[in-house]
């Protein structure tokens, strides 16, 4: 029985939950593996964290170099959360030919092109799964199971608390600080919500999963990002009138020399299987040419979830007889991200209830009119196919518009 | 670029598919495994379905050995469906080294162990992704991803053919024979249909995801399996009533020292993410003590997503330094599958309208009734948790009782 060696850097919720998961399935690891696994130094500052799971205090240290140059350690897990120091430490622990196994989006999506040169010069792994969609296995889906398909779309409601807050949103008739209170009283959302209801979190995600489906690097920075912060009730309820759930999603679409990447409020018909993600839950969606829809759904957060996928990939990194890389790094292949030409419908809402003037002008202007919903002296309407340029034309001239929302119908 | 050398058995709508798929994103295959794909030989009748792929008419032969004992041949598709002789066909392909990927449940179900100990002791594969969840990458998610877990409970909608027509019975309350016509007409149905209808083919697929799933062999001849030619369309109102969603589901859940494992409609609640699975497509939910709940949808069928499948196989296969082998076969761990004792609550239908009485004589059964609801001349009830045997013992003296349904509420 071989015994795969350990460093970990952070054992904060995440961490303690990896090693939590490390006890008490060992048994059920080594029948499955035919591995153990022995930890031998935690870079963490609180005594206390190591205590709470009988770690011995020998094992804490919280110099760097102690970690990532051990001689004894085969994979470093990183869950220290937030870009720096976590990459920089990344960076030095495959530099030293460790196999690096991360939860962290915030981390690996600015710096994943280094990382990923990193480890390919000293023949190192870095893992991911644990970095998009919590526990959910959709990174291994991505590399392992869709090797036949051209994906030609990709979607995720990949953040649970923006999730939560919409669905409860529509469900209350809640207003949005109502929801984000609830969110945080629960533990979902940050006393500083910022990076969930903004969006950012789930661009870091949708920047490994778009890469990895269009075999392009989605570089983040690229990725339009509109958050939850502007959604009111009003929207869920006239969307709901007119079949739809709102969604805070981020997609990808295959668009030939371009991809359309975006993280967005977005309406899906009531129909459509995401529409079902209700609560904390994720899900991706992807569109294959052969395999056509496929989804995934699960915990996208959560210490033993998350901590699930990372232990799936440390015993992925200790069987593999040759760590990956990705292809589009080594090849520069880089994607260019174009969200103004492709065309979406989108809803409208607007002040009054008078949708038969509002129709009228609208198709003045150039827009179908496909739907009208009004509710408490307010309306909206479904319009057809628009760019966003084109969208940003018609509504130029345009006074009242108090909203205009993504859908995907 | 190494060329991996493919024999198929059966050249069907599958074993097209998959020719299909290797031609078209061929250079996307090549890209993303570094290999290429060559077909050598295939076990084929009808000269015209090799024409048809533009396959070389010397290609074709009619004796077995000729691709099992092929000197070239590193990888053999097996497409023929059913048992015999695609059982024996695998078997001696696998004693001769032949790494054998097949989507074939009906022959591999059966024979599994038989098929499994002649790959070990060759060296050989068994791969089997498309043989349960047609492009539903379920198998490597079980294999690959779960380790940290043990599964609790996995359940399956896993034939597509009975979920459109429970689909469609609902929708627009059509009898069991019109849904069969419909089906049938869309080619979702085979003109024999009792090998969906009757829940044959989810109990194949059951037996390996549940396998898979409890790490233990579940014989396909110990799973109970009653299948959807007695549901009327007043089950599914009536049920719908009760806010329920009626599905055929394989289930298998961890009892200890037993398992239970069924195939059986059951209801589900509406808010289940499962109840969202319409039409024939197919999903898969799991619930491990780390990871919690996940589920995985998409196409169960179809020649497109069961090449997707098997394709991903023969990457997997090519690529692999060494094969996996079942553990529980290795161990003679063999599943005791017990559902006479697992409590469940049951929907049960009733002629007439007078559910007080009903529930009056039900009460005096010992039976609790949680819910009740009527339509045009008939009654049904929800009752909380009874064993099958306890149920049993509760009706033998109660007449008019039409139907007990399971219920996962």
């Known amino acids: 029985m071989k015994t795969i060696k350990l460093g970990f850097l952070g054992l904060g919720n995440i961490g303690s939950g990896v090693a939590r998961v490390l006890a008490a399935n060992k048994t059920l690891l080594q029948e499955e593996s035919g591995l153990t696994f022995e930890i031998v130094k935690v870079l963490e500052r609180d005594p206390s964290r190591l205590e709470a799971l009988g770690l011995a205090p020998s094992l804490r240290t919280e110099k760097i ?46 710096t994943w092109e280094i990382l990923d040169s990193a480890a390919k010069q000293s023949g190192a792994g870095l893992y991911f799964e644990a970095s998009a969609g919590g526990g959910i296995p959709v990174i291994d889906v991505l590399n392992h199971s869709m090797q036949a398909n051209h994906i030609a779309m990709i979607m995720g ?41 903004g969006g950012k979190d789930a661009a870091f995600k949708l920047s490994i999963l778009a890469s990895l489906a269009m075999r392009k690097h989605v570089d983040v920075e690229d990725i339009a990002c509109v958050g939850i912060t502007e959604i009111t009730p009003q929207d869920l309820e006239l969307g709901g009138e007119m079949g739809m759930t709102l969604k805070l999603l981020g997609i990808a679409k295959d668009q030939g020399d371009e991809v359309e990447a975006h993280v967005y409020p977005t309406f899906l018909p009531d129909s459509h299987m995401m529409s079902a993600v209700t609560d904390a839950f994720n899900a991706i969606f992807l569109t294959g040419d052969m395999v056509d829809d496929v989804m995934l759904y699960g915990r996208g957060a959560g210490a033993l979830p998350t901590a699930s996928a990372i232990v799936s990939d440390i015993v992925r990194a200790s069987k593999a007889q040759r760590h990956e890389y990705q292809r589009f790094f080594a090849e520069g292949n880089k994607a260019k991200v174009n969200n103004k030409k492709a065309a979406s419908r989108y809803f409208l809402r607007f002040e009054g209830e008078d949708t038969q003037s509002l129709k009228t002008a609208l198709e003045e202007k150039g827009l179908k009119v496909m739907k009208t919903a009004t509710a408490a002296g307010q309306c909206a309407v479904l319009i057809d196919q628009v760019s966003e340029e084109e969208l940003d034309r018609a509504l130029a001239g345009c006074t009242g518009c108090l909203a205009a929302i993504h859908a995907e119908v």
Chains 1, 2 share one sequence.
Do not use: C
């Open 65 to 110: 170099e102690e970690v990532t140059d051990h001689p004894d350690i085969d994979i470093i897990i990183e869950v220290l959360g937030g870009q720096e120091p976590a990459a920089s430490f990344m960076r030095r622990a495959l530099e030293h030919g460790k196999t690096v196994v991360t939860a962290n989006k915030s981390a690996l999506a600015p």
């Open 157 to 197: 409601i990949i953040n649970g608390t923006t999730n939560y807050m919409l669905w409860r949103m529509k469900q209350e008739h809640m207003s949005y600080d109502q929801a984000l209170k609830e969110a945080q009283e629960l533990g979902y959302a940050e006393p500083d919500p910022t990076f969930d209801v």
